[in-house]
């Protein structure tokens, strides 16, 4: 299994990003990566570590696409960017899934533009999983897609529930609603539907995926995220407050750091873009070696899991919709 991955987009790039690569093809065997951006700036952290050299390559992509350029012109400005090089690999199938930490806007119009959505897919969506009262659950559309028409959320429906069955493993995956709009249309759809989902609802574990616009979806996305970092922050001040906190946060010392586990989202590596003919990981924007590790194990899920077949057939049997 052979992962493209852009060496250049994210905050810490290119070195979290080498270090989290050499990271998982010590833990995958089966993996093998090519690195695309600036080939002497790889190469120069690739030396800091002792690799198999048969499972990386290469590809010299000197240009970087920032957060800060307007996504389209860039994919279609910048072709020797490393992501635009990492998204052909895919697209000419020399490559089984894109690893990106850059920007979304980039990402999505990259994979849209040139590996090109499932058929009769029509907007492609960002999933992103959560840690819930009981196992996970994953949200989407979490920025995609500002604005949804009911039949886009069908869609997000059956392939926020095909990644839950085919990756995470959940039999029978519920599905919430987080707008009402298209609650009658997912009442008829071939998804095991459970209603509506409020939003003190999400992470109670009654639902394994949610779908919703991606303006919701972000909303709630950078909320739960900030809520996570606070919630430990305060937690942490308390139990330093005074001789008898301590000696309580000493003792509970195993199950916190159980918790902060749970809360931690290197351990989830990035995000699935679904609906593109082709394996696509949105890695955060922030992430360390590890989360672009976890990144990387994700995109290995991702690739041997079949998952975008299961999602052609969910799709393609679908009634049209007149929205």
Partial sequence: MRIAVDAFGGDNAPAAVVEGCIDALKKYPDMSVTLCGDEERIKAELEKYRYDVARVDILHAPE??????????????KKDSSLVKAMELVRDGKADCVVSAGSTGAVLAGATFIIKRIEGVKRPAIGVVFPAEKGCVLIMDCGANV?????????????????????????NPRVGLLNKAAYKLLEQTPVNFAGNCEAREILSGGFDAIVCDGFAGNIVLKYTEGLAAT?????????????????????AKPAFRRFKKVMDYTEYGGAPLLGIDGGVIKAHGSSNAKAFAAALGQARSFASSGTNETIRRAVKSLPEVAD
């Fill in 64 to 77: 970087i696409i920032s957060c800060d350029e307007q996504p389209t012109f860039a994919i279609r400005k």
């Fill in 147 to 171: 604005d949804c028409k009911p039949s886009y959320l069908q869609q997000f429906a059956v392939m926020a529930s095909a990644y839950m069955h085919d990756i995470m493993g959940v039999d």
């Fill in 231 to 251: 919630l430990m922050g305060m937690l942490k001040k308390e139990l330093m407050a005074d001789t008898r906190s301590k000696l309580g946060a000493a003792m």
